[in-house]
């Protein structure tokens, strides 16, 4: 497990999850600009029911805002797929 995704687990601990899965999709985006600038690819599934009664929007939000700094830095993209225990 990359120091990244290890970050990113520890951060998103914070929307107390149900699942958590991180993949590092970085290689699969050699030669990409933001791949040169040192931030990675990675996709995201989380299960919390900290969305309840968030749309899409305000559930990417939530996540943007507990990664912090490393959405400008660490991270240069972040697919996300966040559902409630109730959209399992």
Do not use: C
Not at 10 to 16: D, K, V
Not at 21 to 36: E, M, N, R, Y
Not at 75 to 86: C, D, S
């Amino acid at each position: 497990m990359s120091d990244t995704v290890q970050l990113l687990e520890t951060a998103l601990r914070a929307l107390e999850p149900e699942h958590l899965d991180i993949q590092d999709d970085s290689a699969l985006h050699a030669g990409h600009a933001g791949a040169k600038s040192g931030g990675g690819h990675y996709t995201l599934t989380i299960v919390s029911a900290r969305f309840a009664g968030l749309n899409r929007v305000a559930r990417h939000r939530l996540i943007y805002q507990t990664l912090g700094e490393m959405m400008s830095g660490r991270v240069h993209a972040l697919a996300i797929r966040a559902l409630t225990p109730e959209e399992l």
